[in-house]
């Protein structure tokens, strides 16, 4: 049975660090993320928009994504990368989930924020007035209390059907905007405060519905504290006019410091 797997694999992890602290087995320890095939799913935030280094296609895959560092950092047995720029949940359903069988060990995902209109709110707060802006995310809000649970519960239920095994890693998103913090131009702060609750008002209805299929939800709220736009030190894209598609999108920094360290706590 593929659960007793992960049993082995957690068990094999605090076996090496307890014989590597007599001195004995360190060996073993390196090759315990072997038996682990990993799905890694989802939209930009999972294949690695704004961190770089793509593979070529038009999901812009990154390998400095969060998924693709986990795997090169422990070379389980299969990693998949199915996560796509622009996905939402109609894509995760049509054309991902090919990706996972009943062998499947793990799977992560970050999708919901292109369904909620994450791309139009930003557009419309940076082009139009704040009324309008304002108006926009609670159009966007909104849409996360009436129709976003339901297409979740539509994803999270058919990996669970496709990979009854798995242990499935639910990531969400960071707050966007430090407040009160170091930007002199651009939105308002009444503009950026609404944009930071939208993503704590998606990020609350994500982790629900994962909760209730048994899922892990990861944070990443509190890695990118500190370091949203505006803090001096941001691991996310401002407006990025030379390359608009990385605006808004965690920076490789976000990746390796604000993502992986969410997605290696949860296991």
């Excluded at 069988?101 to 292109?114: K, P």
């Excluded at 990979?163 to 998103?173: F, N």
């Excluded at 209805?205 to 994962?210: F, V």
Aim: net charge neutral; glycine share 10%; aromatic share 8%.
């Amino acid at each position: 049975m593929k659960m007793s797997r992960l049993v082995a694999f957690s068990f094999s992890l605090l076996l090496g660090a307890a014989l590597a602290l007599t001195g004995a087995g360190v060996a073993n320890a390196d090759s315990s993320a072997a038996a682990v095939d990993y799905v890694a799913l989802g939209d930009s935030y999972s294949s690695g928009v704004g961190a770089g280094s793509y593979d070529g296609s038009s999901c812009k895959r990154s390998s400095r994504a969060y998924p693709a560092l986990w795997a090169a950092a422990n070379s389980p047995s299969s990693f998949d990368f199915a996560a796509c720029s622009g996905a939402r949940t109609n894509d995760v359903t049509g054309g991902q989930l090919g990706r996972l069988n009943a062998s499947t060990d793990l799977v992560s995902i970050s999708i919901g924020g292109n369904d909620a209109g994450f791309a139009d709110v930003m557009t419309t707060c940076v082009l139009q007035s704040e009324a309008t802006c304002l108006n926009r995310i609670a159009t966007a809000r909104a849409y996360v209390d009436s129709t976003l649970p339901g297409r979740l519960d539509s994803v999270y239920s058919a990996i669970r059907s496709k990979a009854p095994s798995a242990q499935v890693v639910v990531l969400g998103y960071p707050r966007f905007y430090q407040l009160g913090g170091s930007c002199v131009a651009g939105l308002s702060e009444k503009e950026r405060s609404a944009i930071n609750g939208a993503s704590d008002h998606l990020n609350t209805a994500t982790a629900k519905r994962a909760a209730d299929h048994g899922f892990t939800f990861g944070d990443v709220r509190t890695t990118f504290t500190g370091h949203e736009i505006c803090s001096g030190n941001s691991w996310l894209h401002s407006v990025n006019w030379l390359n608009i598609g990385e605006s808004y999108h965690p920076t490789a920094a976000g990746q390796s410091g604000g993502y992986l360290p969410v997605f290696k706590s949860a296991l």
